[in-house]
């Protein structure tokens, strides 16, 4: 039986991620610790001194820590689909070691979406397990939680890495990060609902794909409902992840084997 | 007998421009044939074609009786690439590196640790196994970009200058290295700047010039059809040769002024020189040698390949 080709993409980047484990899980084991003892207890302590009734009826540790699972794939996502993806074209150039093989593009594009949701996999999972630690939910809830995590964590590796074959240099990464990464995470709902943002800025966090994993993985973990349909949020999800898949593919045909 | 390799009127266009200008040429089986050329010659453009990474822009191109265009993978699964850049996964050790490309030609782990170890010893890098790609001289990451090739055990080698940026030790090592598996009876296709690797290595070559190919054969056979036997080197002190250049065209069947020495093509040196004595010519240095593949592309392209 042959191994399908985006799958041999997959193991070549585990292998070498097998090399480079270590630093990367330290940072996706500290990073939801700091954010939830800063955020959700210190920030936590005025804010329920303030709502007796809590935010949206729990504490804030208890709201924000669902959202940050969802901000932290997304922020995985983006990571996955940048500086990687542009070294592996330009710096490294071993994505053209590898189209020297039976590998081809697509099979390139779909292994390393394929390595992406393994990566956003790995560290929803820790962020699980902080959470747990911080009695946040029980852990089969939060567990359920990495779903909807994965496919924001998705979408973003997908959408950012369509971008990022599209751009010649570095710079655009740090602008892409700076006005898109950053005022997405701050202002899809995980550090406050978006209710909170004034009226025209709200449907700009409708269509962010961290607002609808958000919203998802907070009804899962403290049982609000979501305000649109689980299904069409998922389906908008699995969009942004065939379209940036998708739209890719051209692209780094274009640039690898002109 | 059919060819391994067979090219009509192949020709690669970005945009407007031209890479590679309908060019016709054929491989046999078991021979070393070269793409001989300056930089921006075409030769990488179509190396790239040959290697099914880069479509054809039109004309015909067969390789190993396949379709590059529309059987890609299934021939790029029995070639083996050695890019001009390496790009090697410098994070990770010599044997990883083999490992995972092995792994791209769907082998199991048993056939390629079998390989690797063969690898090893043919590339000279059994001691640096476990070693970082980063670790590397730049002769040894090559002899591994091209043990890296070699893993799928393929019917042909493509080999885009290879020992560019060596220094002469390094460049020895990879010709033996070449030559063995030359012997072994892999057909190799090689660009080359150099000369010299293309009178060492190529069976048959191909001199590439602005796209097009402007000469064919066998290093002894071009050098003989292009160039006459005997080259007289003469050295002039600085401002002198610009002004003698004019005389010197008639003391030669050709002369060829270059920025630093003038050469001059002849059959027979000793009179030359006489002629050159008798003229009263001031020159510094002289030196006679015998013609090569250099005269050749001198000839034929009007340049010097060091530029």
Redesign the interface.
């Given at each position: 039986m042959?191994?399908p080709?985006a799958v041999?993409v997959f193991?070549?980047e585990a292998?070498?991620y097998r090399?480079?484990w270590r630093g990367s899980v330290v940072s996706s084991f500290l990073n939801p610790v700091l954010y939830l003892v800063a955020m959700g207890l210190g920030l936590g302590t005025l804010v329920d001194a303030n709502l007796p009734e809590g935010v949206e009826g729990v504490s804030y540790l208890t709201f924000l820590a669902p959202g940050l699972l969802a901000a932290t794939a997304m922020q995985t996502g983006a990571g996955e689909g940048s500086w990687k993806i542009m070294a592996g074209i330009k710096w490294?150039?071993?994505y053209?070691?590898?189209?020297?093989?039976?590998?081809?593009v697509p099979d390139l594009v779909v292994g390393l979406m394929l390595w992406a949701g393994f990566r956003v996999l790995l560290v929803s999972f820790v962020f699980a397990l902080v959470m747990v630690l911080f009695r946040v939910a029980p852990l089969w809830q939060t567990l359920l939680a990495i779903g909807p995590a994965l496919l924001v964590g998705l979408a973003m590796a997908a959408a950012t890495t369509s971008f990022t074959v599209r751009i010649k240099n570095d710079v655009n990464l740090a602008m892409f990060f700076r006005f898109v990464v950053i005022p997405m995470f701050l202002f899809s709902g995980v550090f406050f609902p978006i209710a909170q943002l004034p009226g025209w800025l709200q449907p700009v966090a409708f269509i962010t794909p961290l607002w609808h994993g958000v919203e998802m993985c907070r009804a899962i973990v403290i049982g609000t409902t979501p305000p649109v349909p689980v299904w069409i949020s998922v389906s908008y999800l699995v969009t942004w992840i065939a379209l940036g898949t998708t739209f890719a593919i051209g692209p780094f045909r274009k640039r690898?084997?002109? | 007998m059919p060819k391994l390799i067979e090219a009509h009127d192949l020709t690669k266009k970005?945009g407007d421009f031209t890479a590679v200008d309908s060019i016709d040429f054929y491989v046999d089986e078991g021979e070393s044939f070269g793409f001989l050329g300056p930089n921006g010659a075409g030769k990488t453009s179509t190396m790239?074609m040959i290697?099914a990474?880069?479509?054809i822009s039109s004309g015909t191109l067969s390789v190993l009786g396949l379709d590059p265009t529309t059987q890609?993978?299934?021939l790029?699964?029995r070639?083996g690439?050695v890019?001009q850049?390496d790009?090697?996964?410098?994070?990770?050790t010599v044997t990883?590196n083999l490992?995972?490309?092995g792994?791209?030609?769907?082998m199991s782990r048993a056939a390629i640790r079998e390989r690797v170890d063969e690898l090893l010893v043919f590339a000279q890098l059994q001691e640096k196994a476990d070693a970082k790609v980063e670790a590397l001289s730049g002769g040894m990451k090559r002899r591994l970009t091209i043990a890296?090739g070699l893993i799928?055990d393929p019917e042909l080698l493509i080999l885009d200058e290879p020992t560019t940026g060596l220094d002469p030790q390094a460049r020895h090592i990879l010709w033996d290295r070449l030559y063995r598996l030359k012997q072994q009876g892999v057909t190799l296709i090689i660009t080359t700047h150099y000369m010299d690797e293309a009178e060492q290595l190529c069976d048959r070559l191909v001199v590439m010039d602005k796209a097009e190919i402007v000469a064919e054969g066998s290093p002894q056979d071009l050098i003989e059809e292009h160039s006459p036997r005997e080259v007289v080197e003469l050295r002039f002190p600085v401002g002198v040769l610009e002004t003698v250049s004019e005389r010197l065209n008639g003391l030669a069947r050709r002369a060829e002024i270059l920025a630093d020495r003038a050469l001059l093509y002849t059959d027979d040196a000793e009179k030359t020189i006489h002629e050159i004595n008798e003229a009263g010519l001031d020159h510094e240095a002289v030196l006679v040698r015998r013609s090569s593949l250099e005269d050749v592309f001198l000839r034929l392209t009007g340049r010097s390949l060091a530029e």
């Amino acid at each position: 039986m042959t191994t399908p080709l985006a799958v041999r993409v997959f193991e070549s980047e585990a292998r070498w991620y097998r090399r480079v484990w270590r630093g990367s899980v330290v940072s996706s084991f500290l990073n939801p610790v700091l954010y939830l003892v800063a955020m959700g207890l210190g920030l936590g302590t005025l804010v329920d001194a303030n709502l007796p009734e809590g935010v949206e009826g729990v504490s804030y540790l208890t709201f924000l820590a669902p959202g940050l699972l969802a901000a932290t794939a997304m922020q995985t996502g983006a990571g996955e689909g940048s500086w990687k993806i542009m070294a592996g074209i330009k710096w490294t150039k071993t994505y053209n070691a590898r189209l020297a093989t039976p590998i081809g593009v697509p099979d390139l594009v779909v292994g390393l979406m394929l390595w992406a949701g393994f990566r956003v996999l790995l560290v929803s999972f820790v962020f699980a397990l902080v959470m747990v630690l911080f009695r946040v939910a029980p852990l089969w809830q939060t567990l359920l939680a990495i779903g909807p995590a994965l496919l924001v964590g998705l979408a973003m590796a997908a959408a950012t890495t369509s971008f990022t074959v599209r751009i010649k240099n570095d710079v655009n990464l740090a602008m892409f990060f700076r006005f898109v990464v950053i005022p997405m995470f701050l202002f899809s709902g995980v550090f406050f609902p978006i209710a909170q943002l004034p009226g025209w800025l709200q449907p700009v966090a409708f269509i962010t794909p961290l607002w609808h994993g958000v919203e998802m993985c907070r009804a899962i973990v403290i049982g609000t409902t979501p305000p649109v349909p689980v299904w069409i949020s998922v389906s908008y999800l699995v969009t942004w992840i065939a379209l940036g898949t998708t739209f890719a593919i051209g692209p780094f045909r274009k640039r690898l084997t002109p | 007998m059919p060819k391994l390799i067979e090219a009509h009127d192949l020709t690669k266009k970005f945009g407007d421009f031209t890479a590679v200008d309908s060019i016709d040429f054929y491989v046999d089986e078991g021979e070393s044939f070269g793409f001989l050329g300056p930089n921006g010659a075409g030769k990488t453009s179509t190396m790239k074609m040959i290697g099914a990474t880069s479509p054809i822009s039109s004309g015909t191109l067969s390789v190993l009786g396949l379709d590059p265009t529309t059987q890609g993978p299934e021939l790029r699964a029995r070639l083996g690439v050695v890019p001009q850049e390496d790009n090697l996964d410098q994070e990770l050790t010599v044997t990883e590196n083999l490992m995972m490309y092995g792994r791209y030609f769907d082998m199991s782990r048993a056939a390629i640790r079998e390989r690797v170890d063969e690898l090893l010893v043919f590339a000279q890098l059994q001691e640096k196994a476990d070693a970082k790609v980063e670790a590397l001289s730049g002769g040894m990451k090559r002899r591994l970009t091209i043990a890296r090739g070699l893993i799928n055990d393929p019917e042909l080698l493509i080999l885009d200058e290879p020992t560019t940026g060596l220094d002469p030790q390094a460049r020895h090592i990879l010709w033996d290295r070449l030559y063995r598996l030359k012997q072994q009876g892999v057909t190799l296709i090689i660009t080359t700047h150099y000369m010299d690797e293309a009178e060492q290595l190529c069976d048959r070559l191909v001199v590439m010039d602005k796209a097009e190919i402007v000469a064919e054969g066998s290093p002894q056979d071009l050098i003989e059809e292009h160039s006459p036997r005997e080259v007289v080197e003469l050295r002039f002190p600085v401002g002198v040769l610009e002004t003698v250049s004019e005389r010197l065209n008639g003391l030669a069947r050709r002369a060829e002024i270059l920025a630093d020495r003038a050469l001059l093509y002849t059959d027979d040196a000793e009179k030359t020189i006489h002629e050159i004595n008798e003229a009263g010519l001031d020159h510094e240095a002289v030196l006679v040698r015998r013609s090569s593949l250099e005269d050749v592309f001198l000839r034929l392209t009007g340049r010097s390949l060091a530029e």
